[in-house]
């Protein structure tokens, strides 16, 4: 078999289900969220699933899921998990709920620089790598700490109580109103929880469980004999 399917395979089995889940999207099935708790998201612009990515051409790119995103979270702990590729590192949104006042909540990066927000307040502003490729990026909220972990392993932490007002915004992906910019580059399997998960959970997601069966079967490779 190809390269390419070796690593459909692997994909498709190694990351699990985590409790908690309130939206969980992946190119694999589209828009439609995963969790099983909201509705479809949307995708705004020309790009769209391309393989088994988003991809956000940079220009008018994004993805809206119509929940807000303490009320999904329930206002309390909480993780958002995904994977991005942004080959030139270019300042872009990821993820956020930061449409108007009072700005819940966002994820995006100023060239070399991940910022996490809660209500306009900035809680974490990091350097991460500029290798090019895929990376994993979780954030976690745990009531006390802002936790963030890249490629699985923890980076910084920041000591913050307050958790995301509720609004009436929608959660976008790869782009937020009246923030820096559309994302040029891609993104996948993007989570969601109500939890906040702990390093065990967040390399899970980032290298994947040995022996993990998914709960749907994985696509058949063509000539497979057994």
């Known amino acids: 078999i190809t ?18 889940t309130v939206l969980h999207l992946k190119p694999e099935t ?40 303490s009320t999904i979270t329930g206002g309390g702990n ?5 994977w991005f590729n942004n080959p030139s590192d270019t300042t872009a949104d990821y993820f956020g709920d930061f449409e108007s006042s ?23 502003d990091i350097n991460v790598p500029t290798s ?3 990376k ?3 954030v976690a909220h745990n009531g006390v700490d802002v936790v963030m972990w890249l490629n699985g392993v923890e980076i910084t932490r920041s000591a913050y109580t307050l958790f995301p007002s509720v609004d009436a ?25 109500n939890v906040a998960i702990t390093d065990a959970q967040v390399l899970s997601l980032y290298e994947g469980v040995p022996g993990y069966e998914p709960p749907a079967p994985v696509r058949a490779i063509p000539d497979t004999v057994l």
Request: proline content about 4%; hydrophobic content about 40%.
């Open 136 to 138: 994993h990026l979780c």
């Open 132 to 134: 090019v490729g895929w």
């Open 3 to 20: 390269v390419t399917e070796i690593r459909e395979l692997y994909n498709a089995t190694a990351r699990p289900d985590i409790t908690g």
């Open 169 to 193: 915004n929608t959660i976008r992906i790869g782009y937020t109103t009246g923030s820096l910019g559309y994302l040029t580059g891609s993104m996948k399997d993007v989570r969601v929880m």
């Open 78 to 82: 909480f993780s958002v998990s995904f």
């Open 102 to 124: 009072p700005w819940p909540f966002l994820i995006r990066q100023s060239s070399t620089t991940i910022e996490v927000w809660i209500d306009i307040i900035k809680v974490i």
């Open 30 to 69: 589209g828009l439609v969220d995963q969790s099983g708790t909201q509705d479809p998201a949307t995708y705004n612009g020309g790009m769209g699933v391309v393989g088994r990515e988003y991809v956000f051409d940079g220009t008018n790119d994004y993805i809206s899921v119509p929940a807000g995103f």
